[in-house]
């Protein structure tokens, strides 16, 4: 599974030097399993702190934790994270000469 994601840097309006990150994942990305796809539509799954997804790790009184995951919880594949703004890896191939 792929999971293709926009990393933003915005100007915290609470504070004149602060930024902060967001993290939005993009409408294209492909998803391993119809299982995780419609578990997404029901529940908030993505972490837009975190560029993740994530599941409710803990429920306090005081409110909840997340935790994040690299494996679907359905049916285990490893979720790659791509950044769509990231440069792009070129593989230079190497030149034999004799």
């Given amino acids: 599974m792929k999971a293709l994601y926009k990393k933003e840097t915005l100007k915290d ?8 990150s ?3 994942l993009k409408r294209d990305t492909e998803f391993c399993c119809e299982k995780f ?10 972490s837009y702190e975190q560029g ?3 599941i409710v790790d803990q429920i306090t009184y005081e409110g909840h934790s997340v935790q994040s995951i690299d ?3 359905f049916c285990g594949e490893k979720i ?7 440069p792009q890896k070129v ?3 190497k030149i034999k000469t004799f």
């Fill in 13 to 20: 309006p609470e504070s004149e030097n602060n930024t902060y």
């Fill in 22 to 24: 967001n993290f939005t």
């Fill in 37 to 46: 796809k419609n578990y997404c539509k029901k529940f908030t799954v993505w």
């Fill in 52 to 54: 993740k997804f994530s």
């Fill in 71 to 73: 494996f679907c919880p």
């Fill in 80 to 86: 790659d994270y791509k950044d769509e703004n990231a």
């Fill in 91 to 93: 593989k230079k191939k």
